[in-house]
């Protein structure tokens, strides 16, 4: 089975849910839908969506929530 990866398109703070009272978009071993929200990275007070582009099962977070990423870094890891 081949292993997908979410990356992030910008480098930023990310966040895995929408607000800190609520839960995470989605958690390790979630299945992942086309167009599902994983989480949101945050450049200067300004708040971007990450969009899976592909669907998979059994996600797994390769960042920790609030962690700085790069352009380009792996975020989620998902068998297809």
Do not use: C, H, S
Request: glycine share 8%; net charge negative.
């Amino acid at each position: 089975m081949a292993v997908k990866t979410i990356q992030a398109t910008i480098p930023g703070i990310f966040y895995r849910r929408p607000a800190p009272d609520q839960p995470p978009y989605k958690n390790d071993g979630d299945a992942i839908a086309l167009g599902d929200t994983v989480g949101l990275i945050e450049v200067m007070k300004t708040f971007t969506p990450v969009v899976a582009e592909q669907a998979g099962r059994n996600a797994r977070f390769l960042v920790e929530n609030e962690e700085a990423i790069m352009a380009g870094q792996p975020l989620v890891e998902m068998d297809g």
